[in-house]
């Protein structure tokens, strides 16, 4: 009976070793790569509510530049302050033309309104105000 219990033990190690191991091999994946995936989800499922920029900053995130539009929106009674990380969407806006108090359109997860947007490579919710041209 104890040899049998000693057989299970070894086992059940092994599997937790090789699921360990996969675990820790497997490739993670880049933040940019993480970022498209939640604004393509996003244009899928996304609802649409009005917002206004708050602000337009260039700030550092783990030593390079990045471009972020700061915006604010309201749903059901709560009022959301996000921002959105711009820089690789630099050929779909003008951030010249992004201005503070600019009317736009954001597009929010409607299971988690904290999640939000306001551009991507398909969508723009800050219009011909904002110097919106679809890249050729």
Not at 25 to 35: I, N, P
Not at 74 to 83: D, K, L, M, Q
């Amino acid at each position: 009976m104890d040899l049998l219990k000693l057989y299970e033990f070894a086992l059940g190690m092994v599997v937790l070793g090789v699921a360990a191991v996969a675990l820790f091999r497997r490739k993670r994946q880049a933040v940019e790569d993480l970022e498209r995936e939640r604004r393509d989800f996003l244009e899928e499922v996304g609802r649409i509510i009005d917002g206004i920029v708050l602000d337009v900053q260039e700030v550092e995130i783990d030593g390079r530049e990045a471009q972020m539009v700061i915006f604010q929106y309201e749903v059901s009674g709560v009022n959301y302050e996000a921002s959105q990380d711009v820089t690789m969407l630099r050929p779909w806006i003008n951030l010249q033309s992004c201005r503070t108090g600019l009317h736009a359109s954001v597009k929010y997860d409607p299971l988690n309104p904290g999640n939000s947007l306001l551009i991507t490579e398909k969508w723009n919710g800050l219009g011909a105000d904002a110097g919106y041209a679809m890249p050729r």
